[in-house]
């Protein structure tokens, strides 16, 4: 038996190493330079790379640093429960669950990313624990994104975004939802019980029963810092709206990136093809406040390059280097 799981975890290392690795690493550079090769003025763009500008790209690369590290922190907290991690460790978890959410669907596959970083036996179990995180990134999300149309209310029926009525609907809507999430994310515990109760559900159970142990305080914590994380990336938007000359003040900023935040949440996609629309929402919400298009598009280009693909790229050479951590755990056992 034991010979058996031996062979079966040195076919799937290696099946990680030399394959799925080197695979999603030519993937993700191909459909980057896809992405970037069919951009729309492109040219002018590029001229902004050529000249002083180019040293305000610099704060805006730190803040994804602080933007990744902060997640880092956020799944440390989350998978403590389970198995205690350093920094480090769920730094690089985080940024190769980034290299593999790019080729899924509203970029689930970052939880497998990061589940490889953890000891074997525990990897299920962390699943569950990681989507306590992203429910917390969720609901500050639906929670801006539900301010910011109050806020822009009148604009976007101005501008004949969305019409009154309707409107009104969405933002009832977005409230219930947001109301449900809460509930829901301050009472996990009725997620086990409910499991508990359901035909066959005794073996699964393990996987998701650490969510029982989960107190208020590490929940607010988890919130606290997902609206940290919120406030970077419109900081982040902010300079490059600046950059690319979108003249718009902070507080539009950060309420017109927070209904796209919003709208991009709700709409199924590929995170390595998310910049057209994310490109589309901006240009429509962000445009009722600036006739610069061209500016708009190139700074949601930016933003999506500096927070998606550089990590992404980064995390798919991590994946490459994971046989080192399988060799430590070989130690450990």
């Known amino acids: 038996m034991k010979l058996n799981r031996n062979i079966k975890s040195w076919n799937y290392r290696k099946f990680i190493n030399y394959f799925l690795g080197p695979i999603l690493f030519l993937w993700l550079s191909w459909s980057i330079y896809n992405e970037i090769r069919n951009q729309p003025n492109l040219e002018a763009a590029l001229e902004v790379f050529s000249s002083a500008k180019l040293f305000y790209f610099i704060p805006v690369v730190l803040l994804m640093v602080l933007n990744w590290s902060i997640e880092a922190i956020k799944w440390k907290l989350s998978v403590k429960p389970i198995q ?56 500050i999300t639906i929670l801006m994104g539900a301010a910011g149309l109050i806020i822009m209310k009148r604009d976007i029926e101005a501008a004949h975004l969305v019409q009154g009525l309707w409107l009104q609907v969405i933002i009832y809507g977005v409230l219930t939802v947001l109301a449900v999430l809460t509930v829901f994310y301050f009472r996990l515990s009725w997620l086990v019980r409910l499991l508990n109760r359901l035909p066959g559900s005794k073996r699964f159970l393990y996987l998701v029963q650490t969510l029982e142990e989960l107190d208020a305080t590490l ?46 949440a709700v709409i199924p996609t590929f995170a390595i093809a998310e910049l057209a629309q994310r490109g589309y929402v901006a240009k429509m919400v962000v445009g009722i406040y600036s006739g610069n298009i061209a500016g708009i598009i190139f700074a949601t280009t930016g933003i999506w390059f500096i927070n998606l693909v550089l990590p992404a790229i980064a995390g798919s050479l991590l994946i490459l280097g994971i046989k080192k951590l399988y060799k430590e755990e070989d130690e450990q056992t």
């Open 219 to 264: 929940l607010l914590r988890l919130l606290s810092f997902s609206l940290l994380r919120y406030i970077v990336f419109i900081v982040q938007y902010y300079l490059l709206f600046q950059l690319f000359d979108v003249n718009i003040g902070m507080w539009q900023t950060f309420w017109t990136v927070s209904v796209t935040f919003l709208v991009m």
């Open 84 to 139: 205690p991690i350093g920094f480090l460790k769920a730094f690089r978890a985080v940024l190769s669950g980034v290299s593999f959410s790019v080729s899924t669907p509203n970029r689930i596959g970052e939880y497998l990313g990061r589940v490889l970083y953890m000891d074997e036996g525990n990897r299920l179990r962390t699943i569950s624990m990681t989507m306590v995180g992203s429910l917390s990134q969720l609901i």
